[in-house]
């Protein structure tokens, strides 16, 4: 069974940054990424990322955010610049979306 471990989230004011990070027990497929879902919306795309390095961004972080994986370390990683309110939601991490965190909150409120 693959297990996902998300970290890093926190509280923080507008306009700071937080690093979230996701390990995997073993890597399964070739992309691995964030999404992140608020109560009563869906969950949303905020970051992907493939063996080869290709990223994916949601609209709504281009720019403020960023992907990158250690795949020796069986990891993924989301810098997260210049939050936002809006930004506030719980982040999952998952390995070809079939395999899921309990996700990590991340809250930005001054």
């Known amino acids: 069974q693959v297990q996902v471990v998300e970290s890093g989230g926190g509280s923080v004011q507008p306009g700071g940054s937080l690093r979230l990070s996701c390990e995997v027990s073993k890597i399964i497929a070739d992309i691995m990424g964030w999404y992140r879902q608020v109560p009563g919306s869906q969950r949303e795309l905020v970051a992907s990322i493939t063996r080869g390095g290709v990223t994916y961004y949601g609209d709504s972080v281009k720019g403020r955010f960023s992907i990158s994986r250690d795949i020796a370390k069986n990891s993924v990683y989301l810098q997260m610049n210049n939050l936002k309110p809006e930004d506030t939601a719980v982040y999952y991490c998952?390995?070809?979306?079939?395999?899921w965190g309990q996700g990590t909150q991340v809250t930005v409120s001054s």
């Open positions: 998952h390995t070809g979306f079939q395999h």
